[in-house]
C-alpha cells in the first residue's frame, strides 16, 4: 500500500482564496491523502467555505477543526498531532499545488528515504497562470549545512507548500515555535533541514505562492514582528552553527543579523543593538545594504545610515504630497460650479 500524505492547512480569515487552495490539495494525483484544515478563529466565512469543499468533493478523508485564536505555529502544531500520515505537505491556506506536485516528490522520496524533498515555486496575484517558475541557486541537491548557507548567502527563501517531509524528520526536529509569528517557518525548516540526509530537489514538483495578501505575517512590521524575526534569525544562526562551527557558517550568521539591521533600520533599536553584538562576536559581516543607485551613490558618500533616512524622507514626503494633491483635488472638485445644477430643471441629462 501506498504511504499516507497528510496535507495541513492552517487558516486564519483565508475566505476570499481557501476554495482554490482546497481544490488544489483536494484533487492531487496522490493516491492516499488526508487533509486536515485547522481554523484559527477565522471571524470570515472560512469555516463556510471548507464546508463547501467537502460537501463539493466528497474526499473520505477530510477533517475541518475549528479553535480559538492561537497562532500559525501552534495550529500547525495542532495539526501534526491529529495527522496520521507518514509524509507531511504543509499548505498555507492561501497557497496552491500543481495536481501532481505531491506525486512526483513521493516518487523522488522513494529513492531518498531520509531526505527532504524540495520542488519548484513561484509567486502570483491573483492567478496562478501568472507565476514564472525561475530557477534559483537553492534548487538542486545538497547537502543539509550546504544548502542553508546558499539560500541564507542571496537572501533566497523556499515557502512551506514547496516541501515534502517525511515524518521522521517532523520528529527529529520538534515542534514549531510557538513563540513566533514572523519568520517561524524560516527557523522550523532550518532545524528540519539539518535532522535530513540532504535535500533532493524535485523540478517537475510546483507550488505557487500568492503574494499581496495583506493579511499574510509577513507582511507586519510591528515591534513584535520585528522581534520574532530577530528571534527567529538568532535562533537558525543556533541551529547552523550547532551543526557546523567555521568560517563560512560564522560569516553568513553574521551577514543574517547585518541584513536584519539593514531592514529594521530606523526601528527598534534595542532590536539593532543586539544584532550589532551578534554581528561582532560572529567576526564580522560583509553584507552591503540593498538599495537602487542613488541610494547607493549616497551610502558611500554620507554613509548608508544617513542614506537610509533621506530616503525614507523622500519616500515619505512624496506620500504627503500624492495626499494633498488628492485632498485638494476633492476640495476643488466640491466647491466648483456643478454643471448639473446650472442646466434647467426641465433639462435632461
Not at 492552517?10 to 484533487?27: F, G, I, M, R, V
Not at 495539526?79 to 506536485?101: H, N, R, S, T, W
Not at 542553508?148 to 514547496?162: D, F
Request: hydrophobic share 45%; with cysteine; charged share 20%.
Amino acid at each position: 500500500m501506498k504511504p499516507l500524505v497528510s496535507i495541513l492547512i492552517p487558516c486564519h480569515n483565508a475566505a476570499p482564496w481557501l476554495a482554490e487552495t482546497l481544490k488544489s490539495a483536494l484533487t492531487q494525483t496522490w493516491p492516499r491523502t488526508e487533509i486536515i484544515l485547522i481554523d484559527d478563529g477565522s471571524t470570515d466565512d472560512s469555516l463556510v467555505v471548507a464546508g463547501r469543499a467537502v460537501s463539493q468533493f466528497n474526499h473520505p478523508h477530510m477533517r475541518i477543526i475549528a479553535q480559538r485564536n492561537q497562532g500559525a505555529a501552534a495550529t500547525r502544531n495542532l495539526a501534526l498531532e491529529l495527522a496520521q500520515g507518514e509524509v507531511i505537505q504543509f499548505l498555507d491556506a492561501d497557497d496552491l499545488l500543481a495536481p501532481d506536485k505531491i506525486e512526483r516528490q513521493m516518487a523522488l522520496l522513494a529513492a531518498h528515504p531520509g531526505c527532504l524533498i524540495a520542488g519548484a515555486w513561484a509567486r502570483f496575484h491573483h492567478h496562478p497562470q501568472e507565476a514564472v517558475f525561475t530557477p534559483e541557486p537553492p534548487w538542486r541537491n545538497m547537502a543539509p549545512v550546504d544548502w542553508l548557507v546558499c539560500a541564507w548567502s542571496g537572501h533566497w527563501m523556499m515557502p512551506p507548500a514547496a516541501w515534502l517531509v517525511p515524518r521522521s524528520l517532523i520528529r527529529a526536529a520538534g515542534p514549531w515555535q510557538t513563540a513566533l509569528s514572523l519568520n517561524d517557518d524560516g527557523e522550523y525548516f532550518a532545524r528540519v533541514i539539518l535532522a535530513s540526509q540532504g535535500i533532493r530537489f524535485c523540478p517537475a514538483a510546483r507550488s505557487y505562492y500568492r503574494s499581496g495578501n495583506r493579511t499574510s505575517l509577513s507582511g507586519r512590521k510591528t515591534t513584535a514582528a520585528w522581534a520574532s524575526q530577530y528571534q527567529a534569525l538568532a535562533l537558525q544562526s543556533q541551529h547552523l552553527l550547532a551543526a557546523e562551527n567555521s568560517d563560512r557558517t560564522r560569516q553568513v550568521c553574521a551577514n543574517l543579523m547585518q541584513r536584519f539591521i539593514y531592514e529594521v533600520f530606523p526601528a527598534v533599536p534595542s532590536l539593532r543593538n543586539l544584532a550589532a553584538r551578534k554581528v561582532r562576536n560572529l567576526g564580522g559581516a560583509t553584507e552591503k545594504p540593498m538599495g537602487g543607485p542613488l541610494f547607493q551613490l549616497a551610502a558611500r558618500l554620507i554613509g548608508w545610515q544617513r542614506a537610509r533616512h533621506a530616503q525614507l524622507f523622500v519616500n515619505q514626503w512624496g506620500y504627503r504630497r500624492l495626499a494633498l494633491g488628492r485632498i485638494f483635488a476633492a476640495t476643488d472638485s466640491a466647491t466648483a460650479p456643478s454643471q448639473q445644477e446650472d442646466r434647467p430643471q426641465w433639462q435632461e441629462s
